[in-house]
């Protein structure tokens, strides 16, 4: 039962545009959100998050929003850059659980020159 | 500041084989866990630790064995590898309720 999915295993963004990552849940108890990146050959890296008490994170050029009445997150990324490349690991987590991660199966982004 | 570390990074083993996957922190962080990647299922919980002596299952423990004596280290021992369980694994760790810092990964292979 995968309580966390992340529907498109591939996008393609030309350089300059916006990418939107989504990802959705069905565990109600997650109560926080992140979303790591992850290069070939290379372990994640932490991106941004977002507590379940908000609905929007801003970190430079990258944005999460949380609509929990959906049980969706989307992860914005404006304006896109060929070096944000990569696969986005969409994870959730809830109070209680020792910090275990709950994973999506990932949205391989490329961006176009 | 190594960060997190883990050993070897490239492994082939026979099934039946026993090995130990080496991971270790150097940011005095007492949770530590192990996934594994596979295509298509994302990143899978196989173990962690809250803390030195304390361990507990994940989502995938079966064929796993962990165990943490210090802080800073918490090796992943397979005890007679299947061909299931070629992935790539990663270690991680963080402080309590903090994000998780994760290693380079281990590419296992079993034949």
């Known amino acids: 039962d995968q309580q966390v999915k992340q529907n498109s295993p591939s996008l393609s963004v030309q350089e300059g545009r916006i990418s939107i990552l989504n990802c959705d849940y069905t565990n109600s108890m997650f109560d926080y959100f992140l979303w790591y990146k992850k290069y070939p050959a290379e372990g994640p890296t932490f991106l941004i998050s977002i507590s379940s008490i908000k609905d929007k994170n801003e970190d430079g050029r990258f944005t999460v929003f949380l609509n929990k009445s959906a049980k969706h997150l989307s992860l914005h990324i404006v304006p896109s850059q060929p070096g944000d490349s990569a696969v986005y690991f969409c994870?959730?987590?809830?109070?209680?659980?020792?910090?275990?991660?709950?994973f999506g199966t990932g949205t391989q982004l490329k961006v176009e020159l | 500041n190594a960060g997190v570390t883990q050993t070897p990074k490239f492994q082939v083993l026979k099934t039946g084989q026993s090995m130990t996957l080496q991971c270790a922190q150097d940011?005095?962080?007492?949770?530590m866990s192990w996934y594994r990647q596979d295509p298509g299922m994302g990143l899978r919980l196989i173990h962690y630790s809250v803390g030195a002596g304390i361990t507990d299952q994940g989502e995938v423990p079966n064929g796993y064995n962990v165990s943490r004596s210090t802080t800073e280290d918490f090796p992943l021992r397979l005890l007679s590898a299947a061909p299931s369980q070629t992935s790539v694994y990663f270690c991680?760790?963080?402080?309590?309720?903090?994000?998780?810092?994760f290693g380079p990964g281990t590419r296992l292979t079993v034949l």
């Open positions: 991680a760790s963080s402080s309590a309720g903090g994000t998780q810092y």
């Open positions: 994870a959730a987590r809830f109070e209680g659980g020792g910090n275990k991660l709950t």
């Open positions: 940011m005095n962080h007492e949770y």
